[in-house]
Protein backbone atom coordinates (compact mmCIF):
# COMPACT_ATOMS: atom_id res chain seq x y z
CA UNK A 1 0.00 0.00 0.00
CA UNK A 2 1.42 3.06 -0.86
CA UNK A 3 -0.44 5.22 1.76
CA UNK A 4 -2.87 7.95 1.27
CA UNK A 5 -0.74 10.46 -0.73
CA UNK A 6 -2.44 13.26 -2.83
CA UNK A 7 -5.69 12.09 -2.63
CA UNK A 8 -7.20 14.20 -5.48
CA UNK A 9 -9.40 17.37 -4.60
CA UNK A 10 -12.33 16.64 -6.47
CA UNK A 11 -12.89 18.92 -9.46
CA UNK A 12 -15.08 20.45 -9.16
CA UNK A 13 -16.86 19.78 -12.77
CA UNK A 14 -16.58 16.07 -12.59
CA UNK A 15 -15.76 14.59 -8.77
CA UNK A 16 -16.21 10.77 -9.58
CA UNK A 17 -15.23 10.95 -13.30
CA UNK A 18 -16.42 8.05 -15.52
CA UNK A 19 -13.76 5.38 -16.35
CA UNK A 20 -13.06 5.24 -20.15
CA UNK A 21 -15.60 2.55 -21.11
CA UNK A 22 -12.65 0.65 -23.42
CA UNK A 23 -10.39 0.62 -20.76
CA UNK A 24 -9.95 -2.70 -18.72
CA UNK A 25 -8.42 -1.99 -15.03
CA UNK A 26 -5.07 -3.93 -14.45
CA UNK A 27 -6.03 -7.00 -12.74
CA UNK A 28 -3.43 -6.50 -10.16
CA UNK A 29 -5.47 -3.35 -8.99
CA UNK A 30 -8.29 -4.85 -8.76
CA UNK A 31 -7.55 -7.49 -6.87
CA UNK A 32 -5.98 -4.61 -4.63
CA UNK A 33 -9.21 -3.01 -4.19
CA UNK A 34 -11.33 -6.18 -3.80
CA UNK A 35 -9.24 -7.36 -0.39
CA UNK A 36 -9.24 -3.66 0.71
CA UNK A 37 -13.31 -3.20 0.48
CA UNK A 38 -14.21 -7.12 2.32
CA UNK A 39 -11.21 -6.42 4.84
CA UNK A 40 -12.44 -3.01 5.83
CA UNK A 41 -16.22 -4.31 5.50
CA UNK A 42 -15.36 -7.09 7.85
CA UNK A 43 -13.33 -5.03 10.33
CA UNK A 44 -16.02 -2.11 10.55
CA UNK A 45 -19.71 -3.23 9.28
CA UNK A 46 -19.63 -0.44 6.57
CA UNK A 47 -19.40 -0.54 3.18
CA UNK A 48 -16.19 1.80 1.68
CA UNK A 49 -17.26 3.85 -0.57
CA UNK A 50 -14.87 4.86 -3.78
CA UNK A 51 -13.77 8.06 -2.89
CA UNK A 52 -12.54 6.27 0.83
CA UNK A 53 -10.82 3.53 -0.72
CA UNK A 54 -8.81 5.95 -3.43
CA UNK A 55 -7.88 7.71 -0.48
CA UNK A 56 -7.12 5.15 1.66
CA UNK A 57 -4.81 3.01 -1.24
CA UNK A 58 -3.60 6.12 -3.03
CA UNK A 59 -5.73 5.59 -5.70
CA UNK A 60 -7.07 8.41 -8.35
CA UNK A 61 -10.93 8.60 -7.89
CA UNK A 62 -10.81 7.08 -11.78
CA UNK A 63 -8.81 4.23 -11.23
CA UNK A 64 -10.84 3.24 -7.57
CA UNK A 65 -14.47 3.78 -9.80
CA UNK A 66 -13.03 1.60 -12.80
CA UNK A 67 -11.82 -1.33 -10.15
CA UNK A 68 -15.27 -0.76 -8.52
CA UNK A 69 -16.72 -1.13 -11.73
CA UNK A 70 -14.91 -4.43 -12.88
CA UNK A 71 -15.41 -5.87 -9.10
CA UNK A 72 -19.03 -5.50 -9.86
CA UNK A 73 -19.03 -6.90 -13.48
CA UNK A 74 -17.48 -9.84 -11.81
CA UNK A 75 -19.74 -10.13 -9.13
CA UNK A 76 -17.59 -9.47 -6.06
CA UNK A 77 -19.70 -6.64 -5.42
CA UNK A 78 -23.06 -5.67 -5.76
CA UNK A 79 -23.26 -1.69 -6.40
CA UNK A 80 -26.35 0.77 -7.21
CA UNK A 81 -26.25 3.15 -9.79
CA UNK A 82 -23.92 5.76 -7.94
CA UNK A 83 -21.28 3.15 -7.21
CA UNK A 84 -22.56 2.20 -3.42
CA UNK A 85 -21.99 -1.13 -2.67
CA UNK A 86 -25.40 -2.64 -1.42
CA UNK A 87 -23.18 -6.14 -1.16
CA UNK A 88 -19.90 -7.64 -0.43
CA UNK A 89 -21.25 -11.21 0.44
CA UNK A 90 -21.96 -12.25 3.18
CA UNK A 91 -21.18 -8.33 3.77
CA UNK A 92 -24.70 -6.09 3.08
CA UNK A 93 -24.72 -1.99 2.81
CA UNK A 94 -28.63 -2.70 3.70
CA UNK A 95 -30.33 -4.10 5.42
CA UNK A 96 -32.17 -7.01 4.17
CA UNK A 97 -34.04 -8.74 7.26
CA UNK A 98 -30.80 -9.58 9.28
CA UNK A 99 -28.74 -8.14 11.57
CA UNK A 100 -25.01 -9.63 13.37
CA UNK A 101 -23.81 -8.90 16.14
CA UNK A 102 -20.28 -9.27 17.41
CA UNK A 103 -18.08 -8.64 20.21
CA UNK A 104 -17.14 -5.26 18.55
CA UNK A 105 -18.70 -4.92 15.11
CA UNK A 106 -22.39 -4.90 14.15
CA UNK A 107 -23.11 -5.85 10.36
CA UNK A 108 -26.17 -6.00 8.12
CA UNK A 109 -26.45 -9.82 7.08
CA UNK A 110 -27.49 -9.99 3.57
CA UNK A 111 -29.22 -12.96 3.91
CA UNK A 112 -29.84 -16.39 6.10
CA UNK A 113 -26.54 -17.75 4.40
CA UNK A 114 -24.54 -14.49 5.11
CA UNK A 115 -25.14 -14.57 7.68
CA UNK A 116 -24.46 -17.23 9.56
CA UNK A 117 -21.16 -17.87 7.17
CA UNK A 118 -20.10 -14.24 8.92
CA UNK A 119 -18.47 -15.78 12.01
CA UNK A 120 -16.56 -18.60 9.69
CA UNK A 121 -14.91 -15.62 8.00
CA UNK A 122 -13.98 -13.20 10.13
CA UNK A 123 -11.46 -14.42 12.24
CA UNK A 124 -11.60 -11.77 15.34
CA UNK A 125 -15.34 -12.62 15.65
CA UNK A 126 -15.52 -16.50 16.17
CA UNK A 127 -19.50 -15.77 17.53
CA UNK A 128 -21.77 -13.25 16.89
CA UNK A 129 -25.90 -13.14 17.72
CA UNK A 130 -27.72 -12.99 14.57
CA UNK A 131 -31.22 -11.79 14.61
CA UNK A 132 -34.08 -11.30 12.07
CA UNK A 133 -38.13 -12.06 12.55
CA UNK A 134 -40.05 -14.33 10.61
CA UNK A 135 -41.49 -12.79 6.91
CA UNK A 136 -45.04 -14.32 7.66
CA UNK A 137 -45.95 -13.73 11.29
CA UNK A 138 -42.84 -11.06 12.43
CA UNK A 139 -42.11 -13.01 15.25
CA UNK A 140 -38.22 -12.24 16.30
CA UNK A 141 -35.91 -14.86 16.67
CA UNK A 142 -32.26 -14.77 17.18
CA UNK A 143 -29.43 -17.21 17.81
CA UNK A 144 -25.59 -17.08 18.92
CA UNK A 145 -24.01 -18.27 15.69
CA UNK A 146 -20.22 -19.96 16.29
CA UNK A 147 -17.99 -21.96 14.40
CA UNK A 148 -18.19 -24.80 17.01
CA UNK A 149 -21.98 -25.89 16.08
CA UNK A 150 -25.54 -25.10 14.60
CA UNK A 151 -27.51 -23.06 16.87
CA UNK A 152 -30.30 -25.07 18.50
CA UNK A 153 -33.47 -24.15 17.08
CA UNK A 154 -36.51 -25.63 15.09
CA UNK A 155 -36.78 -22.97 12.85
CA UNK A 156 -36.63 -23.04 9.01
CA UNK A 157 -34.46 -21.27 6.35
CA UNK A 158 -36.09 -20.78 3.10
CA UNK A 159 -34.74 -19.53 -0.24
CA UNK A 160 -36.95 -18.54 -2.76
CA UNK A 161 -34.56 -18.47 -5.93
CA UNK A 162 -32.63 -21.69 -7.76
CA UNK A 163 -28.89 -20.95 -7.49
CA UNK A 164 -29.21 -20.61 -11.63
CA UNK A 165 -31.10 -17.66 -10.76
CA UNK A 166 -29.86 -15.84 -7.88
CA UNK A 167 -28.00 -13.22 -10.22
CA UNK A 168 -31.21 -12.31 -12.19
CA UNK A 169 -31.86 -10.02 -9.44
CA UNK A 170 -29.28 -10.58 -6.78
CA UNK A 171 -30.50 -8.13 -4.32
CA UNK A 172 -34.13 -9.98 -4.14
CA UNK A 173 -32.47 -13.31 -3.90
CA UNK A 174 -30.32 -12.82 -1.16
CA UNK A 175 -33.47 -10.41 0.24
CA UNK A 176 -35.46 -14.22 -0.04
CA UNK A 177 -33.31 -16.23 1.46
CA UNK A 178 -34.97 -16.08 5.17
CA UNK A 179 -35.76 -17.88 8.29
CA UNK A 180 -39.57 -18.56 8.77
CA UNK A 181 -40.52 -20.10 12.90
CA UNK A 182 -42.13 -23.26 10.78
CA UNK A 183 -42.64 -25.16 7.71
CA UNK A 184 -46.27 -23.66 8.71
CA UNK A 185 -45.07 -20.19 8.38
CA UNK A 186 -43.44 -20.83 4.92
CA UNK A 187 -46.65 -22.21 3.36
CA UNK A 188 -48.64 -19.22 4.54
CA UNK A 189 -46.15 -16.89 3.50
CA UNK A 190 -45.96 -18.51 -0.31
CA UNK A 191 -49.85 -18.59 -0.46
CA UNK A 192 -50.11 -14.85 0.89
CA UNK A 193 -47.24 -13.24 -1.32
CA UNK A 194 -48.28 -15.93 -4.33
CA UNK A 195 -45.36 -17.75 -4.92
CA UNK A 196 -43.77 -21.02 -5.31
CA UNK A 197 -41.78 -22.64 -3.15
CA UNK A 198 -38.21 -22.76 -3.19
CA UNK A 199 -35.88 -24.88 -0.73
CA UNK A 200 -36.48 -25.46 2.92
CA UNK A 201 -33.78 -26.38 5.32
CA UNK A 202 -32.94 -26.80 8.97
CA UNK A 203 -30.61 -24.59 10.79
CA UNK A 204 -27.92 -26.97 10.88
CA UNK A 205 -28.41 -27.46 7.54
CA UNK A 206 -27.78 -24.09 6.58
CA UNK A 207 -24.74 -23.55 9.18
CA UNK A 208 -23.46 -26.33 7.09
CA UNK A 209 -23.77 -24.42 3.60
CA UNK A 210 -22.65 -21.17 5.50
CA UNK A 211 -19.64 -22.80 7.19
CA UNK A 212 -16.73 -22.96 4.26
CA UNK A 213 -18.91 -21.19 1.46
CA UNK A 214 -17.08 -17.70 1.20
CA UNK A 215 -13.49 -19.08 3.08
CA UNK A 216 -10.87 -17.24 1.28
CA UNK A 217 -12.95 -14.29 0.86
CA UNK A 218 -10.76 -12.32 2.96
CA UNK A 219 -7.04 -13.52 1.76
CA UNK A 220 -5.68 -12.32 -1.51
CA UNK A 221 -5.37 -13.69 -4.28
CA UNK A 222 -8.87 -15.07 -3.95
CA UNK A 223 -10.43 -17.76 -6.52
CA UNK A 224 -14.10 -17.41 -7.08
CA UNK A 225 -15.96 -21.49 -6.79
CA UNK A 226 -16.68 -22.29 -10.23
CA UNK A 227 -20.11 -24.02 -10.89
CA UNK A 228 -18.29 -27.87 -10.70
CA UNK A 229 -16.88 -26.84 -7.21
CA UNK A 230 -19.81 -25.25 -6.01
CA UNK A 231 -22.04 -28.04 -7.32
CA UNK A 232 -19.65 -30.71 -5.48
CA UNK A 233 -19.59 -28.33 -2.26
CA UNK A 234 -23.90 -28.50 -2.24
CA UNK A 235 -23.78 -32.23 -2.46
CA UNK A 236 -21.07 -32.62 0.26
CA UNK A 237 -23.75 -30.84 3.05
CA UNK A 238 -26.82 -33.30 1.82
CA UNK A 239 -28.15 -30.94 -0.73
CA UNK A 240 -29.87 -32.16 -4.15
CA UNK A 241 -32.23 -31.30 -6.73
CA UNK A 242 -32.31 -28.97 -9.68
CA UNK A 243 -32.37 -25.90 -7.42
CA UNK A 244 -29.35 -26.37 -6.64
CA UNK A 245 -27.86 -27.40 -10.11
CA UNK A 246 -27.61 -31.06 -8.82
CA UNK A 247 -29.36 -34.43 -9.51
CA UNK A 248 -32.57 -35.39 -7.60
CA UNK A 249 -31.49 -37.83 -4.51
CA UNK A 250 -31.12 -41.28 -6.39
CA UNK A 251 -31.19 -39.98 -9.90
CA UNK A 252 -27.48 -39.82 -10.16
CA UNK A 253 -27.61 -38.05 -13.67
CA UNK A 254 -30.95 -35.84 -14.16
CA UNK A 255 -30.78 -32.25 -13.23
CA UNK A 256 -26.91 -31.37 -13.78
CA UNK A 257 -26.31 -27.76 -14.59
CA UNK A 258 -27.02 -26.88 -18.07
CA UNK A 259 -29.03 -24.77 -20.58
CA UNK A 260 -31.94 -23.92 -18.00
CA UNK A 261 -29.08 -21.76 -16.54
CA UNK A 262 -30.34 -17.82 -17.19
CA UNK A 263 -28.98 -15.90 -19.13
CA UNK A 264 -25.62 -14.50 -17.49
CA UNK A 265 -25.73 -17.31 -15.43
CA UNK A 266 -22.89 -19.68 -16.64
CA UNK A 267 -19.55 -19.89 -15.73
CA UNK A 268 -20.67 -18.34 -12.06
CA UNK A 269 -23.01 -19.40 -9.71
CA UNK A 270 -21.08 -17.66 -6.58
CA UNK A 271 -24.70 -16.98 -5.11
CA UNK A 272 -26.15 -15.90 -2.24
ZN1 LIG B 1 -43.69 -17.13 11.75
ZN1 LIG C 1 -27.23 -13.50 0.61
Redesign the pocket.
Given at each position: MTGPSVSEPSAPESPVPEPPQSSAPDPRLVERVRVHVYREFAATGRPPTVLGVADRLGLRPLEAAAAFDALHAARHLVLDADRRIL?A??F?GIP?RFSVMGARTLWW???????FAIPHLVSDEPTVLVATTCPNCFTPHAWVVSRDAPPAGQQVAHFLVPVAR?WDD?VR???N?SIFCSEGCVSAWLSATGQERGYVMSLETLWLLARGWYAGRLDTPYERREPTRAAEYFASIGLSGSFWGLPDAGRPNAGLPDAEAGPGVSGSPA??
Open positions: IHPALGGCAWDSIVSCGQPS
